[in-house]
């Protein structure tokens, strides 16, 4: 039985664990999920286990039926077209802002993320997964819009289940790998050297290139 690590409280420790499972696939969308038996394979009792699933629940990865009743989120078509269209327009325009707004500390921040840049290879590594989300989220704070950066944040984890699906349904190329790389770098020189515009583009075309939009494509098919 996993032994929940002394750093974090038991929802803490509760809410990460199950966040992971159901990033990585290991819990499959659209699976009911027993709190009694989920509670004791991961080492907690029932009160941390449903404050977890509220967590998620907010998050859009669980729906929550009544007291006792919980399932993984579905992946559609739909919302994965919906989540592209939000992105489409609003990463580029955080990116042009981040552009015109980034301190010598958010300039640390973003080149400390881009440092740590892995390629999304397998869909359960979420260490990678995770490393991408720190790069973009250095972008966002960047633009010092709160509003905007709160939305795109938000959005990131159901974003994240759409990516995999992405890396699941079709083999990405090492040439593929190599462009998502040089967007990355991209991005990041134009939002350092203060070129909004660019930074824009880049950021556009990273967007239309991106797992997400993939993923609607094999949603699509299935």
Do not use: C
């Not at 929940?4 to 990585?24: D, F, H, V, W």
């Not at 490393?131 to 966002?140: E, L, S, T, V």
């Not at 890396?167 to 090492?174: A, H, T």
Request: glycine residues 6%; hydrophobic residues 40%; aromatic residues 4%.
């Amino acid at each position: 039985m996993p032994v929940p690590p002394p750093i974090l409280t038991k929802n803490a420790y509760a809410y990460e664990e199950l966040r992971r499972r159901i990033l990585t696939g290991e819990i499959k969308e659209g699976s009911v999920l027993s709190q009694s038996k989920l509670a004791q394979e991961i080492g907690v009792s029932t009160t941390p286990l449903r404050e977890a699933l509220r967590r998620l629940a907010a998050e859009g990865l669980v729906e929550l039926k009544s007291h006792s009743d919980a399932r993984v989120a579905a992946l559609t078509a739909d919302e994965a077209r919906d989540l592209y269209l939000i992105r489409e327009n609003l990463d580029p325009l955080a990116a042009g802002l981040a552009a015109e707004s980034r301190t010598p500390s958010d300039i640390d921040d973003i080149q400390a993320a881009l440092a740590q840049l892995v390629p999304l290879r397998d869909a359960s590594d979420l260490a990678a997964m995770t490393a991408h989300r720190d790069f973009h989220r250095a972008i966002y704070t960047a633009s010092h819009n709160p509003l905007l950066t709160g939305i795109l944040e938000g959005l990131w984890d159901k974003a994240d289940r759409y990516r995999q699906v992405g890396l699941r349904g079709q083999e990405e190329s090492e040439k593929d790998r190599l462009r998502v790389q040089e967007e990355h770098h991209q991005i990041a020189e134009a939002v350092i050297s203060g070129d909004a515009a660019r930074a824009r583009d880049i950021m556009h075309r990273h967007i239309v290139g991106s797992l997400g939009r993939r993923a609607i494509t094999v949603l699509s098919t299935d």
